[in-house]
């Protein structure tokens, strides 16, 4: 096992593309607030400074980017509530004997709508982040 | 210290940086982003006392939820123990530069 299994097509399902998209944000939102402190710190040196930054910021790049930002930011923080809940077992299905067909707390009825839902309030938050940003 | 115990640590920071990344970016958002990122209002923003407290708890809280993140991802990649004490002592002495950079940043 290694980072190559993290991304590894063959076998792919629901939760392994959840938890590869998870690790990716986690490190793009890292490395995005050690960006954000060294870039907020500079509004210590002055209004020219601080000014000519915000001529980056406010960009069709900048905008871009922040916008991609927010989005891994909302996936983050969405999917990190699934995994505390499946962890808590408030997304897990009760102990039963198992029947063919067997079915897994990853299929089952609970998980499938939370990720329904974690799926459209993602869209709606990114909207409304789209509007914020570019308005 | 116990792999529970940091996982405890890493979900309880988590639900705290969501709530005031939420907190933080409706005050950003209210009145239009372009007036609440301009010199004037940061700079008053930053000399409210409370709300540069709570911005250095975001970070703390942050750079932790991070740095724990780093270090899971790390022992899940199947490295040697030696290769990821070595980078998980550079993470922490780039966020301990980080978290005092942001204190720089709110106390002036």
Redesign the interface.
């Known amino acids: 096992m290694g980072v190559r299994e993290w991304f590894r097509l063959k076998g792919w399902n629901k939760e392994r593309t959840l938890m590869a998209f998870h690790r990716i944000t986690g490190w793009a939102l890292t490395l995005f607030i050690v960006g954000h402190v060294v870039f907020v710190h500079e509004v210590r040196d002055g209004i020219s400074i601080w000014n000519s930054l915000l001529t980056v910021d406010s960009s069709v790049f900048g905008k871009v980017l922040l916008l991609g930002i927010m989005m891994a930011l909302i996936f983050h923080a969405i999917n990190g509530i699934r995994i505390m809940l499946i962890e808590s077992g408030h997304l897990l299905t009760k102990p039963k004997e198992q029947e063919y067909p067997y079915t897994t707390w990853l299929t089952s009825r609970r998980h499938q709508i939370y990720v329904m839902a974690m799926g459209t309030i993602g869209i709606v938050l990114t909207v409304y982040a789209g509007v914020v940003i570019f308005s | 210290m116990r792999e529970s115990t940091l996982?405890l640590i890493t979900?309880g920071s988590?639900i705290f940086v969501?709530v005031f990344?939420i907190i933080h970016l409706i005050v950003l958002?209210v009145g239009?982003?372009?007036i609440n990122?301009?010199?004037n209002v940061?700079?008053n923003e930053?000399r409210n006392t409370a709300y540069s407290t709570v911005l250095v708890m975001l970070?703390l809280a942050?750079?932790i939820h991070?740095g724990l993140?780093?270090r899971r991802?790390l022992t899940?990649?199947?490295m040697s123990k030696r290769s990821i004490g070595i980078i998980i002592g550079i993470v922490t002495v780039?966020f301990l530069g980080?978290f005092a950079?942001?204190i720089?940043?709110v106390i002036?």
């Open positions: 996982r979900y988590g969501l990344v958002s239009g982003l372009a990122v301009s010199y940061v700079i930053l970070l942050t750079l991070s993140g780093v991802a899940d990649s199947g780039i980080i950079l942001g720089l940043t002036g």
